[in-house]
């Protein structure tokens, strides 16, 4: 990857205040000699791994999450009635839960998060997962249970919208270290959450154990980043206007001025315009995507293996994230440019796959040939976010890409809250078939 510098939000204001506010407004400085490289690569890595964590754990633990409610009202099936062995309530509801918060999250932070220092938005993060690792484990009900999703939600949507900005004050090669870690936090939460369960441990403290992530976000930020001074960290806007905009200093050619000029809401809608030929493939990457896996994945069920229904479901999620780390982490050796052709793909997958839950063909096929589909569908999944991300990075007009990161991140969550909204009736639709 190209290395150069990544401007800072230096034009990004709404108002005229701003123009005299130093929010990020100095353009990143170089990163300092010897150990500090691998110490901020290595800190995007945790800062992605965390950042997910509790996100991809809800989802793996979907199934079990729905069987919480001590009244039975949520419990397996047991009518016979259905050709299907469902819960009542579709594991993309775990889903909406864990999407719609960190939608209205990037639909709205872009045009205000600049005004929060980057410290409190990280502290947020860390309270919020916490949270929803300790009221799902003690939850009795499907309501509550839901609402420490709501808590995932929060922590992973703000984020990723603000580690994303993050990259813009470093150089470029830490988006992909991001990436990769997003990428771990798929695979490793989902695989301890399946070997914590396979090892005997409950549902409950599988996720009372997880509670060492939020600390290890903690550490990562506050303690292995080395960010440079012109980062925002504690101090609100007014806090910085008195600071001499002429200290700022130019970067690749650019004079204060033109950094710091005033960017109205047309400029924004233009940079938004030239990232859809990225966002919206991307959206439909993951629209079909978290259909199959959250639509589907419970309806593809072997009944005649020693493995439960629920432990096919967490080994399918396992499988989905080990194919998305590999490739989230891909971007150094191959860089594909049309992600349009990735979102062709996943939605042939989606279709093959829906037409093998309609006519119950999929058992017939060896449970290692599903495993394969489900690995390929993760590799086109973090394939396309990863290309869609660097691409920008590497595009972007460096006064423009922190906003522009920011707007990006809005893609794949359009699409996955787009297929939990249809998964749901797709889902009732199936399970209601005798």
């Known amino acids: 990857m190209e290395e150069r510098r990544m401007n800072s939000r230096g034009s990004s204001s709404d108002s ?7 929010v990020g407004a100095a353009p990143p400085e170089p990163q300092p000699e010897g150990h500090s490289p691998w110490r901020n690569l290595s ?63 990037k639909f709205t932070a872009p045009f205000y998060i600049h005004q929060i220092p980057y410290n409190y938005r990280v502290s947020l993060c860390i309270v919020t997962a916490s949270a929803s690792f300790l009221i799902v484990s003690f939850s009795a009900h499907i309501a509550v249970s839901l609402l420490g999703v709501v808590f995932a939600s929060i922590s992973s949507g703000l984020g990723e919208i603000t580690f994303l900005s993050l990259t813009a004050y470093f150089y470029s090669d830490v988006v992909s270290w991001w990436s990769s870690g997003t990428g771990g936090a798929g695979i490793l939460g989902a695989l301890s959450y399946l070997g914590l369960t396979e090892a005997g441990l409950s549902p409950r403290s599988s996720l009372l154990v997880m509670l060492i992530v939020p600390a290890l976000l903690f550490i990562s930020y506050f303690i292995l980043l080395l960010p440079p001074s012109s980062l925002p960290r504690w101090k609100f806007p007014a806090d910085n206007s008195i600071v001499n905009t002429s200290d700022r200093r130019p970067l690749l050619g650019e004079s204060s001025s033109e950094l710091d000029s005033h960017r109205t809401m047309s400029d924004k ?14 959206s439909i990457v993951y629209f079909a995507e978290y259909f199959i896996n ?8 072997f009944p005649n293996i020693k493995m439960s229904h629920s432990a096919q479901y967490r080994w399918y999620q396992m499988l989905y994230q080990a194919g998305v780390f590999v490739s989230r982490s891909s971007v150094r050796c191959c860089k594909i440019r049309y992600i349009w052709i990735l979102a062709c793909l996943q939605c042939g997958l989606a279709i ?37 991300f660097n691409n920008i990075a590497v595009e972007s007009k460096p006064e423009d890409q922190e906003f522009a990161m920011s707007v990006a991140c809005v893609s794949d969550t359009l699409g996955i809250s787009l297929s939990g909204a249809i998964a749901i009736p797709v889902h009732n639709y199936f399970c209601g078939l005798s």
């Open 16 to 22: 005229d205040s701003e123009e005299e506010v130093d």
């Open 43 to 105: 800190a995007f890595w945790l800062l992605g791994l965390c950042n997910n964590f509790a996100y991809v754990v809800m989802l793996s633990a979907a199934h079990d999450i729905l069987k919480t409610e001590t009244n039975q009202t949520a419990t397996l099936n047991t009518t016979n009635s259905s050709r299907y062995d469902c819960n009542q309530i579709s594991t993309a509801a775990v889903l909406l839960a864990d999407i719609l918060p960190t939608l209205i999250i």
């Open 269 to 282: 809608w233009k940079i938004v315009k030239s990232l859809l030929k990225y966002m919206l493939p991307l």
């Open 294 to 301: 959250q639509g589907l994945y419970e309806l593809i069920y």
């Open 352 to 388: 093959f796959l829906i037409v093998g839950v309609a006519y119950l063909f999929l058992p017939s096929l060896t449970l290692p040939g599903i495993f394969i589909i489900i690995i390929f569908e993760g590799l086109l999944g973090g394939a396309a976010y990863v290309n869609t």
